[in-house]
């Protein structure tokens, strides 16, 4: 299996900015799509966006214009750029990734979240 672990989380004011990391770490033969999603309270967990290993990405039409997701193919890292953040986008984000194990089947990896609260 892969470890995921989340940072760069806490309180920001509206319009601020944030970039949120995911560090994966252990031995798998490849990691295909990676993203994030989030949790807000009351709410189901939500997709915020996600890129694969040839760099394709998907926004959620909620965060288009103000989030940006990349990654970093060597070290097996995916990021999230928050710029000009909302209220609403206060959540637990949480880190996913997609990977084929060296043993050959199929895996989904989460990692535990950290939390990103906007406000005044």
């Known amino acids: 299996q892969v470890q995921l672990v989340e940072s760069g989380g806490g309180l920001v004011q509206p319009g601020g900015s944030l970039r949120l990391s995911c560090a994966s770490s252990?031995?798998?033969?490849?990691?295909?799509?990676m993203g994030w999603y989030r949790q807000a309270p009351g709410k189901q967990r939500e997709l915020v966006a996600t890129?694969?290993?040839?760099?394709?990405?998907n926004i959620a039409d909620s965060v288009t214009g103000r989030f940006t997701v990349s990654r970093d193919n060597v070290k097996n890292w995916v990021y999230l750029q928050m710029n000009g953040l909302k209220p609403e986008d206060t959540a637990v984000y949480y880190c996913?990734?997609?990977?084929?194990?060296?043993?050959?089947?199929?895996?989904?990896?989460w990692g535990r979240g950290t939390q990103v609260t906007v406000s005044s």
């Open positions: 996913n990734a997609e990977v084929q194990l060296i043993g050959g089947r199929a895996a989904t990896a």
């Open positions: 252990g031995v798998v033969l490849r990691i295909n799509n």
């Open positions: 890129i694969t290993s040839g760099g394709r990405t």
